[in-house]
């Protein structure tokens, strides 16, 4: 696990016995934050937007219940869409009961990994997306995370990643959904600009995009900083 930088409680989902407490009462889709055709949905347009072909091969970063994966297995080529989660519990929760045709995702493509390491992973994907994770880690984390997924997939055209914002030095923060965020305690919010500096120590050209996301969210769109636009 990637440690934090700051101390006291880092993210709900590292409270001992969280997600077993959770999936033994069935709520795999609240443990994500629920809306989930919406929020689902909205990754799917996401992708598709960002150039998303079926043939390409996508890794979902923090996939939790498969809110995505159900959606974009059946669209994908079978074999393409590969998952990593803190949990690799939810993962298969998520397979067992949200996945209509299992053939289409072997369940060694669900990599439990809490600190991007991105175990037995293969490195070819065309691109990744992050969602709602981010929110949950502090600053320090994000950074190590985002620079381990550079160095890890040199090959990624584009990541999509999701972020809570506030202006450099302000503690606490209610965003347009209501949600109120921080820059010490979760849910976590980042200055744009740090956000944008942490990308590019990654490797990553990154730019805010103008989508309204759930929770009041910001979308990042990142590409390799090396590399010439690739995808419309
Ligand atoms: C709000 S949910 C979003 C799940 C999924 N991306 C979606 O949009 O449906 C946050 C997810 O991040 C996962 N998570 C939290 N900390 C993590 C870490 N250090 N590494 C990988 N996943 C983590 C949680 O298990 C949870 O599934």
Redesign the pocket.
């Known amino acids: 696990?990637?440690k934090p930088r700051a101390s006291g409680p880092v993210?709900p989902?590292?409270m001992p016995g969280f997600?077993d407490r959770a999936l033994a009462e069935g709520r795999h889709r609240d443990?994500?934050?629920g809306r989930w055709e919406e929020?689902?949905e909205a990754?799917m347009r996401l992708l598709i937007e960002a150039g998303l072909q079926p043939g390409h091969r996508v890794l979902?970063?923090?996939?939790?219940?498969?809110?995505?994966g159900c959606l974009l297995v059946p669209w994908l080529e079978a074999g393409n869409y590969w998952a990593?989660?803190?949990?690799g519990a939810?993962m298969r929760r998520g397979w067992e009961e949200e996945l209509a045709d299992k053939s289409r995702l072997p369940l060694h493509h669900l990599v439990e990994?809490?600190?991007?390491a991105f175990p037995g992973l293969p490195d070819d994907f065309d691109l990744a997306?992050?969602?709602?994770?981010f929110?949950?880690?502090p600053p320090g984390?994000t950074e190590a995370?985002l620079a381990r997924i550079g160095a890890r997939f040199p090959r990624l055209k584009r990541l999509l990643f999701t972020v809570f914002q506030a202006p450099e030095g302000v503690e606490s923060l209610r965003q347009r959904d209501g949600v109120v965020t921080h820059a010490s305690r979760p849910p976590w919010h980042v200055p744009p600009a740090q956000v944008a500096a942490m990308a590019r120590a990654a490797g990553f050209d990154a730019r805010p995009l103008d989508t309204r996301l759930p929770r009041g969210q910001v979308l990042w769109l990142a590409e390799p900083a090396s590399l010439p636009p690739q995808m419309p």
Do not use: E, K, N, P
């Open positions: 696990m990637v993210s989902y590292l997600y443990i994500v934050g929020t689902g990754q979902d970063i923090g996939a939790g219940s498969l809110r995505l990593t989660d803190l949990s939810l990994d809490g600190d991007f997306i992050c969602f709602a994770v929110t949950h880690l984390m995370a």
